[in-house]
């Protein structure tokens, strides 16, 4: 009995040359440069704008705090006074916001709360944005509210 060889299904010729690969490999490179910058900057820009959203958020929260009690949360009090009553204040109708999470923005740390606000204002809701310093551009810049 004769063992018979069988057939591959990959003949001698098939498959790619190692130009045809460096090819292809150059083009997904030159698409990772291009698309790469743009997908991290809209990334990085969607962070910024969440943060603003969520201080305007926290801004209508006071404003409800505003209404029940008559006054805006002292800085001492700071935002906090809109998820659980401080003491000794009277009509307080909240909490004023779903969950403690909205107090922080969205690299993680607590949004600031400052009374009297920047520019007139009763008062301000700030993040720093993503290097959580003062000042800074792009995405470093502070959100204030």
Do not use: C, H
């Not at 740390?109 to 009297?116: A, I, K, N, T, V």
């Not at 993040?127 to 995405?139: C, I, L, N, P």
């Amino acid at each position: 009995m004769a063992l018979k060889r069988r057939r591959s299904f990959w003949s001698d010729d098939s498959g790619a040359t190692l130009l045809e690969m460096l090819v292809v490999l150059g083009i997904i490179a030159l698409l990772a440069a291009v698309v790469g910058p743009r997908v991290v900057d809209y990334l990085s820009r969607a962070k910024s704008q969440t943060a603003g959203l969520q201080a305007d958020q926290l801004r209508g929260a006071a404003q409800l705090f505003f209404v029940d009690v008559g006054r805006y949360p002292s800085e001492q009090e700071g935002l906090s006074a809109l998820m659980s009553a401080p003491g000794g204040i009277e009509g307080w109708s909240g909490p004023y916001l779903e969950s403690r999470e909205a107090l922080n923005d969205p690299w993680g740390r607590p949004f600031l709360y400052e009374s009297p606000g920047r520019e007139g204002q009763p008062f301000s809701v700030v993040s720093f944005g993503r290097d959580g310093a003062s000042g800074g551009t792009g995405e470093d810049t502070d959100i204030v509210r």
